[in-house]
C-alpha cells in the first residue's frame, strides 16, 4: 500500500500522538555524571576546555551531590586528579588516594548513590600512559598488577562498580579474580571494552592531567576504523567477566554501539566524551545552536544506536531539561 491510501504524517500529527508512538525515549535513568576531584582544598575551579564542568576537591562535593540526588541522577563515575605521579602510577593504588577519599566521602553524603571508579593509572604516572613501561613498551602483563591493585582499593574504600579503562589484554579476568578472592564479590566491572585512541579526549587529558608524555595510545586504544576489532573486543570482555559493556567515545561510533548491541545480552554504555561535549558548549556559546535541543538530540541517537546508558558531562543539566519537559 503507499500513498494516498498510506500517509505517514497522520500519524505524527498531534503531540500526544508523537509521545505514543516514540521508538526511544531519554529519562533521567539513562545518565550517568562524571566528575573530577582534585587535591587541597575548597577548590571549585571551572575547567577550561569544558564549560560548566568544575575540578573539585573533596570538601566541596557536597553541594554537587546534593544538585545531582536533586535532579533524579543515579550513579556518578569518579575520577581522581593527582599531581603524586611516579613510573608505577602507586598513589592510584593508595587507600588515601584522591579517589578512595572522594569514593569515601561521596558514600557519607549520599549512601544510595551508584559510585563508579575510573580504574586506570594514566592520571598517576609520571609518563601519562595507562600501564607499565618496560624495554619502551606499554607492556600488557606488567600492567595488570598495579591495575588489579587499583581495583582492589577502589572496591575497598566502597566503590559499587570500578570501570577499567587502560585497554590491557586480560584485564577484566585478572581484575575479576582478585576482586572475588578478597571478598569483593558485588563490586562489578562496566568495562571500557570497545575504545578507540580518539582525538575527542583532548579535554578531558588537560582536566585530569593525563596526556601521554611521548608518543601516543595507540598501541593499547583501538584504531577507529575496525569495527570487526570492536566487536571482538566487547565479547572479549564479556567472556572475562565484565558486567557491563562500553563504547567510547559515543557520537562517531554510532555503528559500533549498534553491532554490539546485537551481539550481547549484557547492558550496554556508551561515553559522550569531553570532546564532544566541548565542540557542543563552544557553539552554544556563540549562539550557534540551542544547546539544549542539540544534546537531548544527541543523547537520544545514542540511546537509538542501542545505549542503554550514557555517561556524559551534560547529565545534570539534560535531567533537568527532561523534568522540565516531562509536564
Ligand atoms: C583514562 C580515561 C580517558 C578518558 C576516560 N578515562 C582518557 C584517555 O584514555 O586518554 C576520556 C574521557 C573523556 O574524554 O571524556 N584512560
Same mark, same amino acid.
Given at each position: 500500500?503507499?500513498?494516498?491510501?498510506?500517509?505517514?504524517?497522520?500519524?505524527?500529527?498531534?503531540?500526544?500522538?508523537?509521545?505514543?508512538?516514540?521508538?526511544?525515549?531519554?529519562?533521567?535513568?539513562?545518565?550517568?555524571?562524571?566528575?573530577?576531584?582534585?587535591?587541597?582544598?575548597?577548590?571549585?575551579?571551572?575547567?577550561?576546555?569544558?564549560?560548566?564542568?568544575?575540578?573539585?576537591?573533596?570538601?566541596?562535593?557536597?553541594?554537587?551531590?546534593?544538585?545531582?540526588?536533586?535532579? @533524579? #541522577?543515579? &550513579?556518578?563515575?569518579?575520577?581522581? %586528579? +593527582? !599531581?603524586?605521579?611516579?613510573?608505577?602510577?602507586?598513589? =592510584?593504588? *593508595? /587507600?588515601?588516594?584522591?579517589?578512595?577519599?572522594?569514593?569515601?566521602?561521596?558514600?557519607?553524603?549520599?549512601?544510595?548513590?551508584?559510585?563508579?571508579?575510573?580504574?586506570?593509572?594514566?592520571?598517576?604516572?609520571?609518563?601519562?600512559?595507562?600501564?607499565?613501561?618496560?624495554?619502551?613498551?606499554?607492556?600488557?602483563?606488567?600492567?595488570?598488577?598495579?591495575?588489579?591493585?587499583?581495583?582492589?582499593?577502589?572496591?575497598?574504600?566502597?566503590?559499587?562498580?570500578?570501570?577499567?579503562?587502560?585497554?590491557?589484554?586480560?584485564?577484566?579476568?585478572?581484575?575479576?579474580?582478585?576482586?572475588?578472592?578478597?571478598?569483593?564479590?558485588?563490586? @562489578? #566491572?562496566? &568495562?571500557?571494552?570497545?575504545?578507540? %585512541? +580518539? !582525538?575527542?579526549?583532548?579535554?578531558?587529558?588537560?582536566? =585530569?592531567? *593525563? /596526556?601521554?608524555?611521548?608518543?601516543?595510545?595507540?598501541?593499547?586504544?583501538?584504531?577507529?576504523?575496525?569495527?570487526?576489532?570492536?566487536?571482538?573486543?566487547?565479547?572479549?570482555?564479556?567472556?572475562?567477566?565484565?558486567?557491563?559493556?562500553?563504547?567510547?567515545?559515543?557520537?562517531?561510533?554510532?555503528?559500533?554501539?549498534?553491532?554490539?548491541?546485537?551481539?550481547?545480552?549484557?547492558?550496554?554504555?556508551?561515553?559522550?566524551?569531553?570532546?564532544?561535549?566541548?565542540?557542543?558548549?563552544?557553539?552554544?556559546?556563540?549562539?550557534?545552536?540551542?544547546?539544549?535541543?542539540?544534546?537531548?538530540?544527541?543523547?537520544?541517537?545514542?540511546?537509538?544506536?542501542? &545505549?542503554?546508558?550514557?555517561?556524559?558531562?551534560?547529565?545534570?543539566?539534560?535531567?533537568?531539561?527532561?523534568?522540565?519537559? *516531562?509536564?
Amino acid at each position: 500500500m503507499s500513498f494516498p491510501q498510506r500517509r505517514l504524517r497522520r500519524l505524527r500529527s498531534s503531540k500526544h500522538l508523537r509521545r505514543l508512538l516514540a521508538e526511544t525515549t531519554l529519562t533521567v535513568n539513562d545518565l550517568i555524571m562524571p566528575l573530577f576531584i582534585v587535591e587541597g582544598k575548597n577548590v571549585r575551579d571551572e575547567i577550561p576546555a569544558m564549560p560548566g564542568q568544575y575540578h573539585y576537591s573533596i570538601d566541596m562535593l557536597e553541594d554537587i551531590i546534593t544538585e545531582l540526588l536533586q535532579a @533524579g #541522577i543515579k &550513579a556518578v563515575l569518579i575520577f581522581g %586528579a +593527582s !599531581s603524586h605521579k611516579d613510573s608505577h602510577g602507586s598513589t =592510584a593504588w *593508595s /587507600s588515601e588516594g584522591i579517589t578512595q577519599l572522594a569514593v569515601k566521602k561521596i558514600r557519607k553524603i549520599a549512601p544510595e548513590l551508584i559510585i563508579i571508579t575510573d580504574t586506570c593509572l594514566c592520571a598517576y604516572t609520571d609518563h601519562g600512559h595507562c600501564g607499565i613501561i618496560k624495554d619502551n613498551r606499554i607492556h600488557n602483563d606488567d600492567s595488570l598488577e598495579p591495575l588489579c591493585k587499583t581495583a582492589l582499593s577502589q572496591a575497598a574504600a566502597g566503590a559499587d562498580f570500578i570501570a577499567p579503562s587502560d585497554m590491557m589484554d586480560g584485564r577484566v579476568a585478572a581484575m575479576r579474580q582478585r576482586l572475588d578472592n578478597a571478598g569483593f564479590d558485588e563490586c @562489578g #566491572i562496566i &568495562a571500557y571494552s570497545t575504545k578507540f %585512541a +580518539s !582525538s575527542f579526549y583532548g579535554p578531558f587529558r588537560e582536566a =585530569a592531567d *593525563s /596526556s601521554p608524555q611521548f608518543g601516543d595510545r595507540r598501541s593499547y586504544q583501538m584504531q577507529p576504523g575496525n569495527s570487526r576489532e570492536a566487536i571482538l573486543e566487547s565479547l572479549l570482555d564479556e567472556a572475562e567477566g565484565a558486567d557491563m559493556l562500553m563504547v567510547k567515545p559515543a557520537l562517531a561510533y554510532l555503528d559500533i554501539i549498534s553491532a554490539i548491541r546485537a551481539r550481547t545480552l549484557l547492558p550496554l554504555l556508551c561515553y559522550n566524551v569531553s570532546g564532544e561535549y566541548s565542540m557542543v558548549k563552544a557553539a552554544a556559546q556563540q549562539d550557534w545552536i540551542d544547546e539544549k535541543a542539540v544534546v537531548l538530540e544527541t543523547l537520544l541517537g545514542m540511546k537509538r544506536a542501542g &545505549a542503554d546508558i550514557i555517561i556524559t558531562y551534560h547529565a545534570l543539566d539534560a535531567a533537568r531539561w527532561l523534568r522540565d519537559a *516531562s509536564h
